[in-house]
Nanobody, 131 residues
Framework: EVRLVESGGGSVQTGGSLRLSCAAS????????VGWYRQAPGNECEVVSRIDNYGVEQYGYFAKGRFTISRDSAKNTVFLEMDDLQPEDTAVYYC?????????????????????????WGHGTQVTVSS
């Protein structure tokens, strides 16, 4: 059974930092793409960051310069380092993984975890940033 487990969320003040982790069991990140997504209540799912099996990183416009994605093969874990957090970063953050992500558009009005692009999703970790 494949499991993705996010951790590291919490409550911070504006300008603070958090490091999210996505640990996998029953699945190897080394030859896979892994993505981070977020969703606040009533909002659309947003692309935060993604790292492919070659190590190429991509970031959502709001994450560039503040967030960093990385992969630790020995721990089979992907991290998302988030700095200079702002109240608008408050959301549930999810990780997703797949060896060959499918070409589906980001769903409108649906939970991130319903996006069929990715075969595996974690349950999410809450990030709350207060001003």
């Amino acid at each position: 059974e494949v499991r993705l487990v996010e951790s590291g969320g919490g409550s911070v003040q504006t300008g603070g930092s958090l490091r999210l982790s996505c640990a996998a069991s029953g699945f190897t990140f080394d030859d896979s793409d892994v993505g981070w997504y977020r969703q606040a209540p009533g909002n659309e799912c947003e692309v935060v960051s993604r790292i492919d099996n070659y190590g190429v990183e991509q970031y959502g416009y709001f994450a560039k310069g503040r967030f960093t994605i990385s992969r630790d093969s020995a721990k089979n874990t992907v991290f998302l380092e988030m700095d200079d957090l702002q109240p608008e970063d408050t959301a549930v953050y999810y990780c997703a993984a797949d060896r060959k992500p499918r070409d589906f558009p980001l769903p409108s009005g649906a939970p991130c975890t319903k996006w069929p692009k990715w075969n595996y999703w974690g349950h999410g970790t809450q990030v709350t940033v207060s001003s």
